[in-house]
């Protein structure tokens, strides 16, 4: 390999590479550029070009391009509008860069020119031309790209070296690989590198074939399918095919591309369709299927009401539709509160617990009005079936989804006001347990994914506001209960019930009779002696009926006598109504010897409880009458042993247990008791009875007691008061733990009963046993 150095003009060329042996043209426009080719044209039209290592900078420098390049002759110039050559040149050399002599006004360079002297007839340089031939020809077949004439041009090349650049030049390959093979001075390095360069071009265009074919047999396929598909529709058509099968399976398809279904839904209906669109349409199997499908499209996927987050509109719907209950307002308020500020908020996730007619239903209703979004209401009460609420699966014959996805397609959006009513009357048996069903749908962690077992395909139930109602937390179990946000509705006081009635009742009865305001005028006595006398509730369900009574008979008069306006007078009460059924002025009407008044709560409200003992000459046998449960009784029995051990300071006397029998009776015996808070109720009815000091009239009680006399904290305070309000009591003695709960009772209450607190009953006795003070009786 000999070698020559000469001082040319360096021209650096963008996204391109040249080869001696290699006519190319392209198009100058850098200054410097331009100044090298003029002064190429005044010194035997010479130039080198070498390849830019970024095409992307526009002024190199010496580091910016490769050191190898080629000694090019330029063949011709034409000047183009925007001051650009076009250039024709021919490669002629590969050289090397030996130094950078100059570089303005344009680059001038010293290169090394080599030039091989090689054997033809090297059995190693044959073979080498040989496979390099070989391997191009193959390559020229597989890309498209490469005009076929070029393998009759390197058919007559028997010169290595210029086979090799020939071969180079027309490869489709990076530049910095072409740049690679340029480098090569060697010719057996150079025809090894090309080789193995078409070798693995060889291998991508295999590749890029099969895939192709690949493509286009399933076009083919596609294109197969319907043009039979056109033509079946064309022969139904001929043979009077009314059923529209074919253009029921477009429609559906039609509808999956119109919805936007998560990825696996799509799925699982494209499968659904294509294995109905190869069923007869007559088959069983086909409008199971129809079915499946149809429930999938009436499903809200998507569809989303926008929520009103309007606080004062909020508020102003829940005011006018429901006087009070004070906490669920709040708590809705606050929702909407946080909706406003962040929309990533899930739905909470309510529990209205209290008794019947509080107005738990209509608040979700007001709830979901409020908030502009839709209402839906599923009944718990009595399900016993998991399939109720997750769908029955589809290898069943005539399966339905379950009531949870049913109500979902009745609301047609995926963010309704969804209401659980009586969640605490579900049970179960051998179909399964429907409140273990429960729990994934109220888990705001999991229902983002809820499965139906008709569908099974994953439902998002995270947008939707869940209400439920329950008359006790009792009978929820634990896990479920767990997941909801417990809160407590009480009883109504008479002033609540009074507001209630003539805010919201009587106009509504008044609308629903066909009457007008004025035809019906009724006094506030006359309501206040309706809630006192005829109802005897925590709600206002039975008030409700009352008025609606009282309206009906107003209106045959209106009807009969041609009268404008009937008057509701306590007075005249008694004629549209009847007796009245309670008596609310006072508990007891005297006081009396071992008979106390206790206070007790029950799923429907607070109520009270009359305890009554009796003694009589015996052996010192307890009697307990009045289906009592266990805990009453264990009440009675701890406080019989309380005063057995302090007899002296009682004035009982000691030998009581062997000479005297004991019957402690709770009246309306037909009606199970059970609770833990009328310990001390019991143990003052004892001690009343015992000493035959009277227990006052006006004084009622609530709390549980130790053998040492602890009077121990109740749940229920609020309920036990109303009950007491309700009954005309004045004071009512409580646990002195329980002070805390008195801040949940109603300020008229408050201001109308007398709240003692005590820690033990010697505090009890003094409070609620008459000693003749003051004469009562």
């Given at each position: 390999?000999?070698?020559?150095?000469?001082?040319?003009?360096?021209?650096?060329?963008?996204?391109?590479?040249?080869?001696?042996?290699?006519?190319?043209?392209?198009?100058?426009?850098?200054?410097?550029?331009?100044?090298?080719?003029?002064?190429?044209?005044?010194?035997?039209?010479?130039?080198?070009?070498?390849?830019?290592?970024?095409?992307?900078?526009?002024?190199?420098?010496?580091?910016?391009?490769?050191?190898?390049?080629?000694?090019?002759?330029?063949?011709?110039?034409?000047?183009?509008?925007?001051?650009?050559?076009?250039?024709?040149?021919?490669?002629?050399?590969?050289?090397?860069?030996?130094?950078?002599?100059?570089?303005?006004?344009?680059?001038?360079?010293?290169?090394?020119?080599?030039?091989?002297?090689?054997?033809?007839?090297?059995?190693?340089?044959?073979?080498?031309?040989?496979?390099?031939?070989?391997?191009?020809?193959?390559?020229?077949?597989?890309?498209?790209?490469?005009?076929?004439?070029?393998?009759?041009?390197?058919?007559?090349?028997?010169?290595?070296?210029?086979?090799?650049?020939?071969?180079?030049?027309?490869?489709?390959?990076?530049?910095?690989?072409?740049?690679?093979?340029?480098?090569?001075?060697?010719?057996?390095?150079?025809?090894?590198?090309?080789?193995?360069?078409?070798?693995?071009?060889?291998?991508?265009?295999?590749?890029?074939?099969?895939?192709?074919?690949?493509?286009?047999?399933?076009?083919?396929?596609?294109?197969?399918?319907?043009?039979?598909?056109?033509?079946?529709?064309?022969?139904?058509?001929?043979?009077?095919?009314?059923?529209?099968?074919?253009?029921?399976?477009?429609?559906?398809?039609?509808?999956?591309?119109?919805?936007?279904?998560?990825?696996?839904?799509?799925?699982?209906?494209?499968?659904?369709?294509?294995?109905?669109?190869?069923?007869?349409?007559?088959?069983?199997?086909?409008?199971?299927?129809?079915?499946?499908?149809?429930?999938?499209?009436?499903?809200?996927?998507?569809?989303?009401?926008?929520?009103?987050?309007?606080?004062?509109?909020?508020?102003?719907?829940?005011?006018?539709?429901?006087?009070?209950?004070?906490?669920?307002k709040e708590r809705v308020l606050e929702y909407l509160a946080i909706r406003r500020l962040s929309n990533n908020m899930k739905g909470p996730i309510l529990c209205l617990v209290g008794p019947p007619g509080v107005g738990?239903?209509?608040?979700?209703?007001?709830?979901?009005?409020?908030?502009?979004?839709?209402?839906?209401?599923?009944?718990?009460?009595?399900?016993?079936?998991?399939?109720?609420?997750?769908?029955?699966?589809?290898?069943?014959?005539?399966?339905?989804?379950?009531?949870?996805?049913?109500?979902?397609?009745?609301?047609?959006?995926?963010?309704?006001?969804?209401?659980?009513?009586?969640?605490?009357?579900?049970?179960?048996?051998?179909?399964?347990?429907?409140?273990?069903?429960?729990?994934?749908?109220?888990?705001?962690?999991?229902?983002?994914?809820?499965?139906?077992?008709?569908?099974?395909?994953?439902?998002?139930?995270?947008?939707?506001?869940?209400?439920?109602?329950?008359?006790?937390?009792?009978?929820?179990?634990?896990?479920?209960?767990?997941?909801?946000?417990?809160?407590?509705?009480?009883?109504?006081?008479?002033?609540?019930?009074?507001?209630?009635?003539?805010?919201?009742?009587?106009?509504?009865?008044?609308?629903?009779?066909?009457?007008?305001?004025?035809?019906?005028?009724?006094?506030?006595?006359?309501?206040?002696?309706?809630?006192?006398?005829?109802?005897?509730?925590?709600?206002?369900?039975?008030?409700?009926?009352?008025?609606?009574?009282?309206?009906?008979?107003?209106?045959?008069?209106?009807?009969?006598?041609?009268?404008?306006?009937?008057?509701?007078?306590?007075?005249?009460?008694?004629?549209?109504?009847?007796?009245?059924?309670?008596?609310?002025?006072?508990?007891?009407?005297?006081?009396?010897?071992?008979?106390?008044?206790?206070?007790?709560?029950?799923?429907?409200?607070?109520?009270?409880?009359?305890?009554?003992?009796?003694?009589?000459?015996?052996?010192?046998?307890?009697?307990?009458?009045?289906?009592?449960?266990?805990?009453?009784?264990?009440?009675?029995?701890?406080?019989?042993?309380?005063?057995?051990?302090?007899?002296?300071?009682?004035?009982?006397?000691?030998?009581?247990?062997?000479?005297?029998?004991?019957?402690?009776?709770?009246?309306?015996?037909?009606?199970?008791?059970?609770?833990?808070?009328?310990?001390?109720?019991?143990?003052?009815?004892?001690?009343?009875?015992?000493?035959?000091?009277?227990?006052?009239?006006?004084?009622?009680?609530?709390?549980?007691?130790?053998?040492?006399?602890?009077?121990?904290?109740?749940?229920?305070?609020?309920?036990?008061?109303?009950?007491?309000?309700?009954?005309?009591?004045?004071?009512?003695?409580?646990?002195?733990?329980?002070?805390?709960?008195?801040?949940?009772?109603?300020?008229?209450?408050?201001?109308?009963?007398?709240?003692?607190?005590?820690?033990?009953?010697?505090?009890?006795?003094?409070?609620?046993?008459?000693?003749?003070?003051?004469n009562d009786n």
């Amino acid at each position: 390999m000999s070698s020559n150095v000469k001082r040319l003009p360096l021209l650096p060329l963008r996204g391109l590479s040249i080869f001696p042996y290699m006519v190319l043209h392209f198009d100058v426009g850098r200054e410097k550029s331009i100044k090298a080719l003029e002064e190429a044209m005044i010194n035997d039209q010479l130039i080198f070009l070498v390849t830019q290592t970024d095409a992307n900078t526009d002024l190199p420098e010496e580091d910016d391009f490769y050191r190898v390049g080629t000694i090019s002759k330029v063949k011709q110039l034409l000047k183009l509008p925007g001051d650009t050559i076009r250039v024709l040149v021919e490669g002629i050399s590969r050289a090397e860069i030996q130094s950078i002599v100059s570089d303005d006004p344009f680059f001038l360079a010293d290169v090394v020119e080599y030039s091989n002297d090689i054997d033809e007839e090297d059995p190693e340089i044959q073979a080498l031309k040989r496979s390099v031939t070989d391997a191009f020809e193959e390559y020229v077949k597989l890309n498209p790209k490469i005009p076929p004439e070029i393998l009759v041009t390197i058919s007559t090349v028997e010169d290595a070296d210029r086979l090799a650049d020939i071969i180079a030049s027309n490869m489709t390959i990076k530049i910095e690989e072409k740049q690679n093979i340029l480098a090569k001075f060697d010719v057996r390095d150079r025809l090894e590198s090309l080789y193995a360069v078409i070798v693995k071009e060889l291998d991508i265009l295999e590749l890029e074939r099969k895939i192709n074919n690949r493509v286009r047999k399933q076009i083919d396929k596609t294109q197969k399918e319907y043009y039979l598909r056109e033509q079946l529709k064309a022969i139904q058509k001929e043979l009077g095919d009314k059923d529209g099968f074919e253009e029921e399976i477009e429609e559906y398809k039609d509808k999956m591309s119109k919805m936007e279904l998560p990825e696996e839904v799509v799925n699982k209906v494209e499968k659904e369709i294509d294995r109905l669109s190869k069923m007869s349409p007559g088959s069983p199997e086909s409008g199971v299927i129809r079915t499946y499908l149809d429930w999938i499209f009436d499903l809200p996927w998507n569809n989303e009401t926008e929520d009103n987050l309007d606080i004062k509109n909020a508020r102003k719907v829940l005011d006018e539709d429901h006087y009070g209950m004070k906490k669920v307002k709040e708590r809705v308020l606050e929702y909407l509160a946080i909706r406003r500020l962040s929309n990533n908020m899930k739905g909470p996730i309510l529990c209205l617990v209290g008794p019947p007619g509080v107005g738990k239903t209509s608040i979700a209703k007001s709830i979901a009005r409020a908030m502009g979004r839709k209402f839906v209401r599923m009944s718990l009460g009595g399900v016993r079936d998991e399939a109720e609420i997750r769908g029955h699966r589809r290898t069943y014959i005539g399966a339905i989804p379950g009531r949870i996805i049913y109500y979902m397609k009745q609301a047609g959006t995926k963010n309704p006001l969804f209401l659980l009513d009586e969640i605490d009357k579900m049970s179960s048996d051998f179909r399964g347990d429907p409140a273990s069903a429960l729990l994934e749908v109220l888990d705001a962690e999991q229902n983002k994914d809820f499965r139906d077992h008709y569908l099974e395909l994953p439902f998002d139930l995270s947008k939707v506001m869940f209400i439920t109602t329950a008359n006790t937390t009792e009978t929820i179990p634990a896990p479920l209960l767990d997941r909801m946000e417990i809160i407590q509705l009480s009883g109504y006081t008479e002033e609540e019930k009074l507001n209630i009635a003539s805010k919201y009742l009587l106009p509504k009865q008044i609308k629903e009779h066909s009457l007008k305001p004025e035809n019906i005028s009724m006094s506030e006595a006359a309501i206040r002696d309706v809630i006192n006398k005829y109802t005897r509730e925590s709600g206002v369900r039975n008030l409700e009926r009352e008025l609606a009574k009282i309206i009906r008979k107003a209106a045959t008069e209106i009807v009969e006598k041609n009268k404008k306006t009937v008057r509701i007078t306590p007075a005249n009460l008694k004629k549209f109504l009847g007796i009245p059924r309670y008596r609310y002025d006072v508990a007891n009407l005297k006081n009396e010897v071992g008979v106390v008044t206790g206070l007790a709560w029950t799923p429907v409200g607070g109520d009270t409880l009359f305890i009554e003992v009796t003694t009589m000459p015996g052996t010192g046998k307890l009697e307990l009458t009045g289906h009592l449960g266990d805990v009453m009784k264990e009440s009675a029995k701890a406080g019989l042993s309380y005063i057995r051990s302090r007899t002296d300071k009682l004035g009982i006397d000691k030998d009581f247990s062997k000479n005297l029998d004991i019957h402690v009776h709770v009246p309306e015996g037909a009606i199970p008791k059970d609770g833990p808070s009328a310990g001390i109720t019991m143990a003052t009815a004892l001690v009343s009875a015992l000493t035959n000091i009277p227990a006052r009239k006006d004084v009622a009680m609530t709390g549980e007691i130790t053998l040492r006399g602890r009077v121990l904290a109740i749940g229920g305070l609020k309920e036990k008061a109303l009950a007491a309000n309700r009954a005309g009591i004045k004071k009512v003695i409580i646990p002195r733990e329980n002070e805390k709960d008195l801040e949940e009772i109603p300020a008229n209450v408050k201001k109308a009963l007398e709240f003692i607190l005590v820690d033990n009953m010697d505090e009890v006795l003094d409070q609620a046993l008459y000693r003749g003070e003051e004469n009562d009786n």
